[in-house]
């Protein structure tokens, strides 16, 4: 019986169902024996009632879509300026928030692209910041790190390391080409839950010093190197000079966790190791990081059999889940940017709901003749919410528009410390997320005016032509638009305050008019013996050039630098050695770097040109040289650093220099003279850094040094940066923040007036009749005005004051992206309501003053 | 279900008279007026959306079929589903009128 189920009936056609009527009415004729007609009238009105039949079928929602749809379609194109005004403010928000979103999914919900991502996690040691300051380091001693860690102690089910997670490596056979190399342990990718694609994983046997190199290619290099053939097993590349065999290829999409490798080669500890690993491990299921970070004090803690600790600072066990390991600190500021954003998204919310009471109360006659016309009232507010809907779509499809805009500025300004951000694209996930905003905006701001229709009677859409007065909502809404603004414009007065204690911090050395350059050379053509002298000539190249007024060579420079930790120092010909676990930077400089940078040297002496041949010598930074001699004058005292073999007279000491960025505290510095016959730190690598101090204009500096390079070597790639920028880049963050919730606070300022103004040219206009009267009775136009400026005033205040509460919670928010400046600062708040007081009056003055010239004559016609 | 529904009784009335056998809109009618001693007369507008909401609910199943005198009609059949539900709506149906029946003694 009942074999067509419950859910798909047929639907009879129209036709059945006229059809089905028609038997009806002659079977009544024949059997009470009248006419068709009167059996017919017996049935009622039968158009009426086949629609109702209709209705059962039609999935009813469906067939009122079309029609709101098509109803909308023509009351737009019959009030283009409403609806535009509604797309466009909407599409703003949309737009802002769609942008926003896609730059964030990959740092806070996209998943990581690795097997069982959630119990991950990096451990270790956790080492002040060194390289970047926002990034925590959680590093592990490679000397010991067998020892304390193999095999895998509890709580985890497997432990692995990187040494280094991508340098530079060059092939060098025909088609040279320069690659990023990363050097990991032989369960790397099996601790991640990745395999290769083709060949094989690392083995152990491959991960002991002297074992034949052996790599691990990616995809795209597999694809663009080797055609993507899966005979590529067993070849061998010559990887920097080595040749290497090519035993495996990654997955397409694999990333080295933070960093990128083109390469992986087995990473071949030994126990002299003096490198820091990054290591991950997977945690058993159930193990909480918390747990985790306890279990692993005694293991950091326990006395090392192999390694000296003296001075060993106190260093705290660190477990990191993997997301956090990657995006850092960035999710804060990611989930601050998305507040921000849904902060405007609302204020574009609320000024289109003001915008469409404004327009309800116009469309009051309308709505009654509808109604008077039998539209229900269900059915009015379900148009009202259609109607909402689809200026919402409409204004998604143009923020998606507007996000791929706004995208590519924001990824081309975004601080390159927020990782993958230049992978975001407009992608899949972004279109759902754009399109399921959209519809909720659609229904939000439609949800007010239907209401309004669900609440009102049928007999009140006739009573009078104007509108039934609702200026409090629409006061309120306008209120709350202030209150989100005053949040926004507190946010960034704090962070421009930021930016400008930043930029004013004295960072020790002097940064205009130098220009840097980085030389790698390729190691196949420079073997470690010509390096030298070819960095030589270089530094002499450039010396010669016109306008340059200091020159200097080194290992790094200002404001970045190699800062080794666990070096063994000695002191004073003692041969004990002091493994300082504190990171230092170490750098080999020639003489013309304190020059150069303009830091001064405090006492002892600089280095000179002569002494490059002599004796051995090194300049400590204030706080290296406490470090190295507590209470002691250091000059004239020896120091064996980093494993050397010479000796090294401290002949000076150097004012401290902020080599990590304004917010950070200086780390200690090591300067090593750059001698002739060879550099320490330049024998680790392949590099040299360059910088001179010019009297010309910095871009005629790039273009000397880049061809004073090319004179030498034409093949040669260099880097060459202008320290003014690269000083700007340790604000990047900031001074995008600040720039962002900046543009931010102005969007929303913007609105929040409109959305005053609008408002209050209603008033004025809805109490026209009344202010004639008044002014015809003696008022004078002055206070009509002031009337006017007072009532919005009041409103003002309110919003100023419910926004003052709301910004005092939220920019706790931000208070860690401050810098010497308290989240109350006082001039920065009174800068922010003094903008929002100047700009909102300044949006009633036109209103007001259209209250003051209202003529009583024709005000009093107006209304008939 | 029938104090809240007021066409709850239309359509308990539909499904009772289907209990007697597949019959057409006419014939539902027709049975309801005499059974009832010409005591309900059904409002034949309403009847038709009303079989019509029943058949979408699956509690009947329709089907063109030719009458004795030649005439195509729709017929309806009252399904497993429509059953069950017959039975609820005649429990709270009776209960109601109990119910009111005693009110009405009372009073």
């Not at chain 1, 290619?217 to 055609?227: E, K, L, N, Q, Y």
Request: glycine share 8%; proline share 6%; charged share 20%.
């Amino acid at each position: 019986m009942g074999m067509k189920g419950r859910w798909f009936r047929r639907r009879p056609s129209d036709d059945e169902m006229r059809e089905e009527l028609e038997a009806h009415v002659a079977m009544r004729a024949e059997h009470d024996g009248v006419d068709e007609a009167a059996a017919r009238r017996r049935l009622g009105n039968i158009l009426h009632t086949r629609e109702s039949m209709r209705r059962v079928w039609i999935a009813q929602w469906c067939d009122a879509l079309r029609q709101d749809a098509h109803y909308t379609w023509r009351s737009w194109r019959r009030r283009p300026a409403f609806a535009m005004s509604v797309v466009l403010v909407l599409a703003l928000g949309l737009g802002a928030s769609t942008a926003m979103f896609s730059a964030v999914d990959r740092i806070l919900f996209r998943p990581l692209p690795y097997g069982d991502a959630d119990r991950l996690v990096n451990f270790g040691m956790a080492f002040p910041g060194v390289e970047r300051p926002d990034q925590s380091h959680v590093l592990l001693h490679a000397g010991d790190y067998p020892e304390r860690w193999k095999p895998a102690p509890e709580p985890f089910t497997a432990v692995t390391t990187t040494a280094d997670a991508g340098h530079t490596c060059d092939v060098t056979e025909q088609q040279p080409e320069r690659l990023l190399c990363a050097d990991v342990e032989s369960n790397f990718l099996q601790t991640f839950g990745v395999r290769v694609v083709v060949g094989r994983d690392l083995a152990p046997e491959d991960d002991v010093r002297g074992a034949p190199p052996v790599a691990i290619i990616s995809d795209p290099v597999w694809r663009r190197r080797f055609g993507a053939d899966p005979g590529v097993i067993g070849r061998t590349i010559d990887l920097n000079g080595k040749r290497t065999r090519v035993i495996g290829v990654l997955p397409a999409g694999f990333a080295v966790p933070g960093g990128k490798a083109d390469i992986l080669e087995p990473q071949q500890l030994s126990p002299s190791d003096g490198r820091l690993l990054v290591a991950f491990g997977r945690l058993k299921s159930g193990v909480t990081p918390e747990q985790a970070e306890a279990a692993i004090a005694s293991i950091i803690d326990a006395p090392s059999k192999s390694t000296n600790n003296l001075r060993s600072a106190p260093y705290r066990p660190r477990v990191v889940p993997l997301r956090q390991y990657l995006v850092g600190d960035t999710s804060r500021l990611a989930w601050l940017l998305l507040g921000a954003v849904g902060g405007l998204m609302l204020i574009a919310c609320v000024n289109v709901v003001n915008l469409i009471l404004a327009r309800m109360a116009v469309r009051n006659r309308e709505f009654a003749v509808r109604s008077a016309l039998g539209a229900g009232r269900a059915r009015l507010a379900r148009l009202a919410i259609t109607e909402s809907v689809l200026l919402a779509l409409a204004a998604g499809a143009i923020g998606l528009l507007l996000a791929a805009a706004a995208l590519r500025v924001f990824v081309r300004l975004a601080p390159s410390s927020i990782p993958e951000i230049d992978q975001a694209s407009l992608d899949m996930r972004v279109f759902i997320v754009a399109g399921v905003l959209a519809l909720a905006a659609g229904i939000a701001v439609g949800i007010w005016p239907a209401l309004s229709v669900l609440r009102r009677r049928a007999l009140h859409y006739g009573s009078r032509a104007t509108a039934p007065a609702r200026p409090r909502t629409r006061f309120t809404l306008v209120t709350a638009q202030i209150a989100l603004t005053v949040a926004l414009l507190a946010g960034s007065a704090l962070l421009l305050r930021t930016l400008w204690n930043l930029v004013a911090v004295p960072l020790g050395y002097q940064s205009e008019r130098v220009v840097t350059m980085t030389v790698i050379p390729n190691v196949a053509r420079y073997a470690a013996d010509v390096r030298g002298p070819f960095f030589e000539r270089v530094l002499e190249h450039i010396r010669e050039i016109h306008g340059t007024s200091a020159a200097t060579m080194s290992s790094a420079a200002p404001p970045n630098g190699v800062a080794l930790a666990g070096m063994n120092f000695a002191i004073d010909h003692q041969r004990a050695p002091l493994a300082l676990r504190s990171p230092i930077r170490l750098r080999d400089v020639t003489p013309g770097y304190f020059q150069t940078f303009g830091i001064p040297i405090l006492r002892g002496r600089a280095f000179v040109e002569a002494h490059r041949t002599g004796q051995p010598a090194i300049i400590l930074s204030e706080s290296a040289a406490k470090i190295l001699f507590p209470g002691q004058d250091p000059l004239g005292h020896t120091v064996l650093a980093g494993g050397g073999k010479d000796w090294a007279e401290v002949v000076g000491i150097a004012r401290e220099i902020r080599n990590t960025g304004p917010t950070e505290e200086p780390a200690p510095e090591i300067y090593t003279l750059w001698r002739r016959n060879g550099s320490s730190v330049a024998a680790f690598s392949n590099m040299a850094f360059f910088a001179v101090r010019t009297q010309a204009r910095t871009s005629d500096a790039v273009a000397f040094l880049k061809q004073a390079v090319a004179d030498l070597d034409p093949q040669l790639p260099v880097t060459i940066r202008i320290l003014d920028d690269e000083v700007a880049r340790l604000t990047e963050r900031p001074r995008f923040l600040a720039w962002l919730l900046s543009a931010f606070a102005g969007l929303a300022l913007l609105l929040a007036a409109t959305g005053l103004y609008a408002v209050a040219s209603y008033l004025v206009t809805q109490r026209t009749r009344d202010l004639g009267v008044r002014i015809a009775l003696g008022a004078a136009p002055g206070d009509m005005a002031r009337d006017v400026i007072t009532e919005a005033g009041r409103w003002i205040a309110v919003g100023g004051a419910g926004g003052a509460l709301l910004a005092w919670m939220t920019t706790r928010a931000i208070e860690s992206q401050l810098f010497e400046v308290a989240a109350a600062d006082p001039v920065s708040w009174a800068a922010a309501l003094a903008v929002l007081g100047v700009a909102l009056l300044a949006a009633v003055v036109q209103p007001a003053a259209r209250a003051a010239h209202v003529n009583p004559i024709v005000a009093l016609q107006a209304d008939e | 279900m029938a104090q809240e529904n007021p066409q709850a009784a239309l359509e308990l009335l539909i499904l009772k008279t289907l209990t007697a056998g597949p019959n057409h809109g006419f014939g539902i009618a027709l049975h309801i007026e005499e059974a009832s001693s010409a005591l309900l007369r059904v409002e034949e507008g309403s009847l038709y959306p009303a079989l019509h909401r029943l058949d979408k609910a699956g509690f009947i199943d329709a089907e063109w079929t030719v009458t004795e005198n030649g005439r195509r009609a729709r017929v309806y059949r009252l399904t497993k589903d429509g059953r069950k539900r017959l039975k609820e709506i005649e429990e709270s149906w009776t209960t109601l009128a109990e119910g009111v029946k005693r009110v009405l003694r009372w009073a």
